[in-house]
């Protein structure tokens, strides 16, 4: 069993910066795979950045990149998301997830544990 709990969405204006974090507890933690994904009102959750255990791979969709950093501190236990230039298209119910895969994976069927979600909201 793994637990993941997010932490540090709220309302930003465009431009703006937030952090999340994901606080990662139960099995083996620094092996797997770690993704954030983000579910818009009225529609599908979507793959939006993940982190390879080691660090040494990270994965964005096309939208965010440049303006996203994923992170990853095995010491901690917790898998964070540096959102600069926000635009209101991201607005949406950011939720972090586990994978029990190795490389990285993009649909969210291939992850088997995620938290609860945090709201991001950033207005025009």
């Known amino acids: 069993q793994v637990t993941l709990v997010e932490s540090g969405g709220g309302l930003v204006q465009a431009g703006g910066s937030l952090r999340l974090s994901c606080a990662v507890s139960g099995r083996a933690y620094a092996y797997y795979i770690l993704g954030w994904f983000r579910q818009p009102p009225g529609r599908n959750r979507e793959f939006v950045a993940a982190?390879?255990?080691?660090?040494?791979?990270?994965e964005f969709i096309d939208s965010v990149k440049g303006r996203f950093t994923i992170s990853r501190d095995n010491a901690k236990n917790t898998v964070y998301l540096q959102m600069n230039s926000l635009k209101p298209e991201d607005t949406a119910v950011y939720f972090c997830a586990w994978s029990p895969y190795t490389s990285i994976k993009y649909a969210p069927n291939d992850y088997d544990f995620w938290g609860q979600g945090t709201q991001v909201t950033v207005s025009s």
């Open positions: 982190v390879s255990g080691s660090e040494s791979r990270t």
